[in-house]
């Protein structure tokens, strides 16, 4: 039995057998006792929700894999310790755990890795386990990541996207109301794929929202996708849940169903955006986030105050929203070099194609001064 089997209780007789030659140790039981715990701990103190147990819980295997290794106890695991875990993270982690040449997560993966390995320490020293968290805060030991700016449709692009699903047959309805609430709403996917029938307030085109650490949203919905919704729920739905193979679960009534009735589910919902993007010939790689970004973009651009975007994307901290206003700001200044008649005057050619090796006011980032 692997330690990915023990510490996330999966079924071993389902499970490959392990490959010959495997070095992989075998896990100590009490590993298997600190992550149940700790997602009890995450579940009933903390109130995350059950993808965040997940994601925890799942990011803690390769340091138990490490310790294995090592052949040390999560006890005995100071600063030092937890350095080389870094760089195992970093270099050696896949290729030990799967047997696969080449080798270690992401940056971005290893800077998630060690917050989770931070607040699982914090954890073992309110109960007792440790005597102090060997993982301080602040910038003594972390993991620098180069901040990303979102990926966003631009405006016909999204038209095109909302407007792909065949509004006329039942799933194509449904389609066109999980595009319609992403970009109006600018939902996560597991708020969308959450939402119930009582959610949504046709009067008064609102919809309640269970966002991170359950707290509860109203998101103001725009009258296409509240008319998308209307249209939706008065004939397609029904149509979908008279395919029912089975009733729902006793207290559900999921606003989006499969084709078999049931409550459409995340994964789903991941590839009907994927496929209307391919059929909308927008550019490639759109996810449900990437029109939560969208909306948040197109608000910036329209001139709306950074805590109110804060307050409908349902971010706790407006620092969070601020990634926004970089977006709009590099957007202005390309319309600025291309649309204003004096942005490249004494340019020789001033139709040419902007060079961002040698135009650096095109993007703050390519500016050689710093």
Known sequence: MSIRQILLDEDAGQQPPAEEGSSEPEPNPRWKE??????????????????????????????FQFLGHEGLEP?????????????????????????????????????????????????????????ANPIPNGRSLQVKVDKLLPVFLGKEETLRLVDAPDREKALGSRDAVILELLYSCGLRLSELASLEVASFESITREIKVMGKGN???????????????????????????????????????????????????????????????????????????????????????????????????????????????????TQARQVYMTSHPRARDGDPDPNRPLDPETDHALDPSLDREG
Do not use: C
Not at 45 to 62: I, K
Not at 272 to 283: C, E, F, G, L, Y
Not at 289 to 298: E, M
């Open 75 to 131: 006890t005995e695991v100071g600063r030092p310790e937890v350095r080389r875990y870094l760089a195992w993270l970093s270099t050696k982690a896949k290729e030990q755990s799967r047997g696969r040449g080449k080798t270690g997560y992401a940056r971005s993966s290893v800077a998630r890795k060690l917050v989770v390995l931070r607040a699982f320490y914090r954890y073992l020293a309110q109960i007792g386990d440790v005597p």
């Open 215 to 329: 707290k509860e949203r109203v998101v103001i919905v725009g009258r296409p996708a509240s008319e998308a919704v209307a249209d939706y729920l008065e004939w397609a739905r029904p149509q979908l849940l008279a395919e029912a193979r089975e009733p729902l679960p006793y207290g559900e009534d999921p606003l989006l169903l499969n084709r078999y009735g049931a409550r459409l589910s995340r994964r789903s919902i991941e590839k009907i955006v994927a496929n209307h993007a391919s059929r909308a010939a927008t550019r490639p790689g759109v996810h449900p986030h990437t029109l939560r970004h969208t909306f948040a973009t197109h608000l910036m651009d329209g001139g709306a105050d950074i805590r109110v975007v804060q307050e409908l994307l349902g971010h706790a901290s407006p620092t969070t929203t601020q990634i926004y206003t970089h977006v709009t700001q």
């Open 34 to 63: 600190l992550l149940d715990s700790f997602a009890l701990y995450l579940t009933g103190r903390r109130g995350s929700s059950p993808n965040t147990v997940r994601v925890y819980t799942t990011d803690l295997v390769p340091f």
